[in-house]
């Protein structure tokens, strides 16, 4: 059931691309795969995990020979993968973007003689030509365990491809008829995220005025987040009353701009059902306890552990909530001297969410014409 679920999630999702965004190239702009190892694979010089079941390759983006994604359409992509841990050895796999950049990871360094599975997702923004693969450790202390159950899975799909409505798409007109590079918009995005580009008398590019004025009209009618977490988190019992959210130092996506990374809050802009994920890594001696909270004080899902092994393992946990605008969500790590959760420059702390369906209401208000009323 756990490798199924983010494909019904990406066919949902899918479903509202279609009625929200659609194209004349929709059928081209597919891109989803689901595919699965049925043996166990040992640390060595391939490194790069393969697959021999494919539930799924619309677009024909995946090679499970080689275990490569290679992106055809750009847009911001949801990866999430399950991986099997082989008795009395390490486990170490890495969600790589083309050569050698690290995503996020799973680890589990227990040498005892049971198999699990751990998991781990994120979105990432991709261009045309980028490649995504899963990559073991190379020592042959590290293995992954499968069978034909199979323990091992790797699922990804399009869930924003670039439009207009991106600021970093290949190319955006604006209203005064000239077009505007990505480098050009990125800079001036980027102040203004920032909240200093008025301040440091930055002009915006040729016609920005007007085109942040359209897209203030008609509002992007997408919403997407997936950020990381370099560093651990260590609770101290002078924050035990403190609720405050867990902040995250990378961002991988987004869309729409309604996720505070520095914060680690996330405010909903465009009502409707919304699909959140987060995983944590295991801080050694420590107890985990990390909730999924919804504005102040409202508990939706947690993950939990309370062994006080020196070992270093991971917890996933995902959910989906039904949001109005204005509402909030963030993550809560209890602040307590024996509690934390681990992270490194692996990423082991991510959290993502995206829009589903956003409600009747806002879709009727998006496809509404603007008339001028005298």
């Not at 990406?10 to 049925?38: D, I």
């Not at 680890?107 to 049971?114: L, N």
């Not at 919403?223 to 961002?251: M, N």
Request: net charge neutral; hydrophobic share 35%.
């Amino acid at each position: 059931m756990l490798a199924q679920t983010p494909l019904l999630i990406g066919l949902l999702c899918h479903v509202m691309f279609q009625e929200a965004v659609t194209s004349p190239m929709e059928v081209e702009s597919r891109s989803a795969f689901s595919a699965a190892r049925t043996s166990s694979m040992v640390g060595g010089p391939h490194m790069a995990v393969t697959f021999d079941k494919l539930y799924v390759n619309i677009g024909h983006d995946f090679d499970p020979s080689t275990g490569l994604f290679t992106c055809r359409v750009p847009g911001a992509y949801y990866f999430s993968f399950t991986v099997g841990k082989f008795p009395r050895k390490s486990l170490s796999v890495m969600l790589m973007k083309n050569r050698r950049e690290v995503q996020v990871i799973v680890y589990d360094e227990h040498h005892r003689q049971e198999r699990k599975v751990q998991s781990q997702s994120a979105m990432l923004q991709l261009e045309h030509g980028d490649t995504v693969w899963l990559r073991l450790h190379g020592d042959p202390k590290y293995a992954l365990y499968s069978n034909t159950g199979p323990y091992t899975t790797f699922n990804g799909y399009l869930i924003y491809p670039e439009t207009p409505f991106s600021p970093f798409s290949s190319e955006t007109v604006d209203t005064s008829g000239q077009s505007m590079t990505p480098r050009q918009l990125k800079a001036w995005h980027h102040g203004m995220e920032g909240g200093n580009s008025l301040e440091l008398g930055l002009a915006p590019p040729p016609g920005q005025e007007q085109l942040t004025a359209s897209l203030g009209k008609q509002q992007d009618p997408r919403s997407a987040f997936s950020a990381a977490r370099s560093q651990s988190l260590v609770g101290e019992d002078g924050d035990r009353y403190k609720r405050q959210a867990v902040p995250f130092d990378t961002e991988f996506v987004n869309i729409g701009g309604d996720f505070n990374t520095s914060l680690g809050i996330f405010t909903c802009r465009v009502s409707g059902a919304y699909y959140f994920s987060f995983n944590i890594g295991k801080l050694p001696y420590k107890t985990m306890s990390v909730k999924l909270m919804k504005n102040d004080d409202e508990v939706q899902a947690m993950v939990y552990d309370d062994s006080h092994s020196k070992r270093r393992e991971m917890q996933s946990q995902s959910v989906m909530l039904s949001l109005t605008e204005g509402d909030h969500i963030w993550l809560y790590s209890y602040q307590h001297d024996g509690y934390g959760a681990y992270s490194n420059h692996g990423k082991y702390i991510t959290f993502t969410g995206f829009l589903v369906y956003p409600d009747q209401q806002a879709v009727n208000c998006q496809s509404e014409p603007k008339t001028n009323k005298l």
